[in-house]
């Protein structure tokens, strides 16, 4: 039987050799307290009071969410006017706050902890180059300036892929990861939230520098985007992603790793609003996840998961029947409990 670790990179594989499904993020080990996401971020935590980052965002995390987001009003918007945006904020210096040995050596110790674990190392890089437009102006200013200013939106991207760049940098000069989970969602259930062509312009740009980085270092990229990216599959290929993680069933994921064919591995697939509702029913979530693993299990580099970008359900409870039924599964058929 392999490891946990063995058999999540055996998945990642081109005609690799897993032998059983992967469960959830059971072979990643998480290292908190990143210095870069620290300063720039703070300490977010459900039922937090409004809280604002080093870009001026305004951010609060309601109870029973999945995590914090920006609170957008005319107040709190950051960026009015994008033809003067750098009037409106500042772009961190994460090297002048985040570059000294030791700012990084009590994330250091935690990573030495989750390495004991035997897991992969994995830093966190929540907040893409989207996710930081929107919470800067909010969607429709985000969507009006794409086509309206589109110069000055272009140079917003670039300064925002820049410092996206510089985090990562820093990440893996001081801390060596393994893995880097990677936030930016690019659409919701349906759609793209801009069409491809908009999206190649402003946004992949940012992430060719970044991850062809991070694939340089050895760094396998795992991408969070729980949405509907069918048009743009054969772009994140280019992009060097290993795992496309929160890959919706709203995609047609069996049609995608045909397409695929073992280029990157897909993470998801178990649809959150039949699972992670408080009156969910048992039986329910062991339907849905059942549905996942028998339809997706087939085509390879598939491992079953919620699609939130971090571990566990809104309702805990439902979390646990999620990973006995993936058990179940890889009992069944592959003999291992």
């Known amino acids: 039987m392999l490891s946990k670790r063995e058999n999540f990179l055996e998945t990642l594989k081109k005609n690799g050799k897993p032998d059983r499904l992967v469960k959830q993020y059971e072979a990643i080990g998480f290292v908190f307290g990143n210095p870069v996401t620290s300063y720039v971020r703070g300490t977010a935590f459900p039922g937090m009071p409004p809280k604002k980052d080093r870009w001026g965002t305004v951010s609060i ?38 570059d000294a040995e030791e700012c990084w050596l009590p994330y250091l110790e935690n990573q030495a902890k989750v390495g004991r674990e035997g897991k992969i190392i994995t830093a966190l890089a929540p ?23 589109p110069e000055a939106m272009q140079d917003l991207c670039e300064a925002i892929g820049e410092y996206r760049l510089k985090g990562f940098k820093l990440m893996v000069e001081h801390s060596h990861p393994e893995l880097m989970l990677s936030h930016d969602d690019w659409g919701d259930k349906r759609n793209l939230f801009m069409p491809p062509e908009l999206w190649r312009e402003f946004i992949k740009p940012q992430y060719e520098k970044a991850y062809n980085y991070l694939h340089e270092q050895g760094v396998i990229i795992l991408h969070h985007s729980d949405s509907f990216l069918e048009p743009i599959i054969e772009d994140m290929i280019d992009l060097h992603i290993d795992i496309w993680q929160g890959v919706l069933p709203q995609n047609d994921i069996v049609k995608l790793q045909e397409q695929i064919d073992g280029r990157m591995a897909l ?16 039986e329910e979530i062991r339907t849905e996840v059942r549905r996942a693993c028998d339809t997706y299990s087939p085509g390879g580099n598939f491992i ?8 566990g359900t809104i309702y805990k409870e439902n979390n646990a029947i999620i990973d006995d039924e993936i058990d179940r599964f890889n009992a069944e058929h592959f003999g291992i409990k």
């Open 304 to 311: 079953p998961c919620i699609t939130y970008g971090m571990p």
């Open 61 to 98: 995390w309601p109870e029973g969410t999945p995590g914090a987001m920006p609170h957008i009003t005319p107040e709190t918007k950051v960026i009015p006017d994008i033809s003067c945006w750098r009037d409106f904020t500042k772009v961190p210096d994460l090297i002048a706050n985040c």
């Open 127 to 149: 907040t893409g180059v989207f996710e930081r437009l929107h919470y800067l102006m909010g969607f429709e200013d985000t969507f009006i300036n794409l086509y309206e200013e």
């Open 267 to 282: 993470m998801g697939g178990i649809d959150a609003a039949i699972v992670d509702r408080p009156d969910s029913t048992e």
